[in-house]
């Protein structure tokens, strides 16, 4: 606002006029002085008291025109006209009764229409020059009739001609040079005005004003914006800097009044966020303050300030700070009980097998399984299972030191990463302290249940120094206790007989795919509003000698030997081929193929997926490739660039097991992801479980995102009805079908349309 101050004198009146009264006062001065000299000429060398006073009056009768004119703006014409047709008469008189000459009246004249020009324009004095001319004229003739020469006559009117010509020239030429600046300067003030008027709405927009403290005066001038953001009417927008500190909190004051204050001449430059209104409506201002010269004295420094409401920021980034506390909570802790999950229990364990090997410091990892909970799942139901998990997880938490870490694993399998164990002994006593608590009756819907507890134990860096060999050799002797039905078995190298097992499987998938051994099912996903098929994901099998390899346990011996990379290919190549057969009977249904995170990362994976898109014929959009959440962790940017030439090519792109991982909404958000897919571990206990609150949730972020959600494993038309009633766009899982082989799947799509037709007759008659 207070730049407006600046345009005051062009915004009120008329501006052109102002000036041009202003630029007249400016030559009445200097006209004044000459007019003095000439006058004391008179008065004091000439003794000519009549000239004396006419040079006096003619020059306090334009000082009074002037001031009548900045007085009655309206009626400039006619004070101008009648000055100039008095002046004019009484000049005509004084050259007929008195000494003054006709020359020395033509010099006045032409002061006259130089004056008439300035007052009232070009015209007005184009008009009085003319009548002066044709009183030069009769002037001439009274001289010739008088018995004057007429030489002396004719010489007489051309110097009053020319001194009135010249005196018009110059109102001419000064009119000219007054109209270019005025338009100047109107367009300077057009140009400020639009300025402003931008700068205001730039702020409000914005939600910044700006403000500005004179140390001279003392006052706070403050724009439109902050006056608002203040809390203050819009005038005055000029306060005393006491009454602009008090508009803040009391606690801001004394901080605020140093910042005011001259130190050695100089003031500091600050950034605070300050607080106004009251406890229940609390404003956040973030106030800045910069050093300014003052215009007026450059040695007297002053602030220049910026006012930014950041009360809507705030609260957003507040929800905000929320939101990713309940995500992080999400995906580091277990919901039900509220231990570590598998994903922060794997970072802490790999963190302090690190620090135990690099500074030589025991440590032990026990795996803890428990029994007899399966049959109070089965016998008392998921709720009363889920109360049993709880109290085993507060009992096993009792019993450690606050820098062990407790981790449930899924299912009722937990884990406990002790940080200082220095002997056998130590996780002897403290694995019989948990084995006897859980083994104490809990008391579940009214009824004492019990169950019990096989622990398996391995040390570091005793047994090894890796983190995956840890879990899994304390795996191992959860196993043999569980087996022996004892307690507690601690690792000894005479379990490493899976680790053998594992080398031979891993001998045997060499060569898998040249003996044939491999074979793709499909597993179909349906639509739970329309209850329409619309893909089959393709899952790899082994039958290696007649016997079926569990995914689980070949998929990682492939992914660790690299042979992933070429299996991966050959699922590819089967899966497309295989939608090209159903697009070719008329029955186009998308196929979902699960990519190995190595696979993707291969260098000519992208190719693969062109070429073998190519040699089908098939619609880049009946492709589906799945990738998994810490994929879009681990080197994001590159990831980032591939899923968007997948993208571009027109294949979708999903997420599987969503809710396992870390996936940072940050990634989510900008990377081209089509579908969410919920791990079955979030479905398979829905509706009794708490499950249902986190397939939920991922359901509202999938939603939020614009991505499509899939469940996993639905084996229930319970889970059905409630992923439906959670708006969950589809599902998959053995309620429709177990996986099948290719050949059978379009006489499930055939017999599952037959009885959504069916149905839908009924529902009709």
């Excluded at 730039?202 to 403290?213: P, Q």
């Excluded at 002897?428 to 398996?456: F, H, N, T, W």
């Excluded at 177990?738 to 149905?759: F, Q, Y």
Aim: some cysteine; charged content about 20%; hydrophobic content about 40%.
């Amino acid at each position: 606002m207070f730049w407006q101050r600046k345009l005051e004198n062009y915004m009120d009146g008329d501006s052109a006029l102002k000036q041009r009264l202003q630029l007249l006062e400016y030559y009445a001065f200097v006209a004044a002085t000459v007019w003095a000299l000439i006058a004391a000429n008179y008065l004091f060398v000439l003794k000519s008291y009549s000239l004396a006073v006419m040079t006096a009056s003619g020059c306090l009768a334009s000082f009074a025109t002037i001031k009548l004119v900045q007085k009655l703006p309206q009626y400039r014409s006619f004070l101008a006209n009648l000055f100039v047709f008095s002046t004019v008469l009484v000049l005509c008189g004084c050259t007929i009764v008195t000494e003054f000459t006709f020359s020395q009246a033509a010099l006045y004249y032409s002061a006259v229409i130089f004056l008439a020009a300035q007052l009232a324009g070009v015209r007005v004095a184009l008009v009085w020059t003319f009548a002066l001319l044709g009183i030069s004229c009769l002037d001439l003739l009274n001289h010739i009739s008088i018995g004057n020469p007429i030489r002396e006559s004719a010489d007489r009117l051309l110097h009053s001609v020319g001194t009135i010509i010249t005196a018009f020239w110059l109102s001419f030429e000064s009119e000219k040079f007054f109209n270019v600046r005025t338009r100047r300067l109107e367009n300077m003030t057009a140009s400020l005005q639009e300025k402003t008027r931008l700068l205001e709405l730039a702020e409000e927009t914005a939600g910044v004003g700006h403000w500005r403290w004179d140390s001279g005066t003392n006052q706070v001038t403050l724009s439109t914006e902050a006056l608002t953001i203040c809390g203050l009417p819009q005038q005055p927008d000029t306060i005393a800097l006491v009454d602009f500190v008090k508009v803040w909190h009391a606690k801001h004051i004394s901080e605020l009044q140093q910042h005011f204050t001259l130190s050695n001449g100089t003031l500091n430059e600050f950034n605070h966020e300050l607080t106004l209104g009251s406890s229940e409506s609390t404003k956040y201002v973030n106030c800045r303050g910069l050093l300014q010269q003052n215009e007026k004295n450059d040695t007297l420094p002053s602030i220049f300030g910026t006012l930014r409401d950041d009360t809507l920021l705030r609260s957003a980034t507040d929800r905000l700070t929320l939101k990713a506390e309940q995500l992080n909570q999400l995906a580091s802790f277990d919901p039900l009980t509220g231990l570590a999950n598998r994903h922060k229990f794997q970072e802490e364990l790999a963190e302090r097998v690190t620090h135990a090997v690099a500074h030589n410091v025991p440590m032990a990892l026990l795996v803890l399984d428990m029994n007899g909970f399966k049959s109070i799942n089965d016998t008392m139901g998921h709720a009363a299972g889920d109360e049993v998990l709880k109290t085993t997880a507060k009992r096993i938490s009792s019993l450690v030191s606050s820098t062990d870490l407790v981790a449930r694993l899924g299912g009722d399998e937990f884990t406990v990463i002790l940080k200082n164990t220095d002997s056998i002994k130590d996780i002897e006593s403290i694995a019989d302290r948990i084995i006897k608590a859980i083994a104490a009756p809990m008391q579940v819907e009214g009824q004492e249940v019990y169950v019990g507890l096989s622990i398996g134990a391995s040390l570091a860096p005793t047994d090894t120094t890796n983190a995956d060999e840890l879990f899994c050799f304390a795996d191992t002797a959860m196993y043999v206790a569980k087996t022996a039905q004892q307690g507690l078995a601690i690792y000894t190298n005479e379990m490493s007989e899976n680790i053998r097992n594992r080398r031979s499987l891993e001998n045997r998938l060499a060569g898998a795919i040249k003996r044939e051994e491999f074979s793709v099912v499909y597993h179909p996903q349906c639509d739970i509003e329309t209850g329409r098929l619309t893909a089959f994901e393709a899952l790899l099998r082994w039958n290696n000698e007649g016997k079926n390899i569990k995914p689980l346990d070949f998929i990682p011996l492939l992914e660790g030997n690299g042979q992933i990379v070429e299996v991966g290919r050959w699922v590819l190549d089967q899966a497309c081929s295989q939608a090209a057969h159903w697009k070719a009977q008329g029955l186009p249904a998308r196929i979902a193929i699960n990519i190995s995170p190595i696979q993707f990362r291969d260098a000519k994976f992208t190719d693969d997926i062109k070429q073998t898109i190519l040699k089908y014929d098939l619609p880049a959009e009946l492709v589906e490739l799945e990738i998994t959440e810490g994929l879009l962790i681990d080197d994001f940017e590159n990831t980032s660039a591939k899923l968007f030439e997948l993208k571009d090519l027109g294949c979708r792109i999903s997420i599987d097991d969503f809710g396992t991982g870390y996936s940072s909404l940050a990634y989510l958000k900008h990377l081209p992801i089509d579908v969410l897919k919920i791990d079955r571990e979030f479905i398979k206990d829905i509706p009794t479980a708490d499950d249902g609150t986190i397939a939920a949730s991922v359901i509202v972020l999938g939603q939020s995102l614009n991505m499509e959600v899939l469940a996993e494993g639905v084996e229930t038309q319970a889970q059905i009805e409630f992923l439906k009633a959670n708006d969950c766009h589809s599902y998959q899982g053995n309620f429709i079908s177990t996986p099948i082989p290719g050949d059978k799947c379009v006489d499930l799509m055939n017999e599952h349309s037959a009885k959504l037709r069916s149905s839908y007759e009924l529902q009709d008659s």
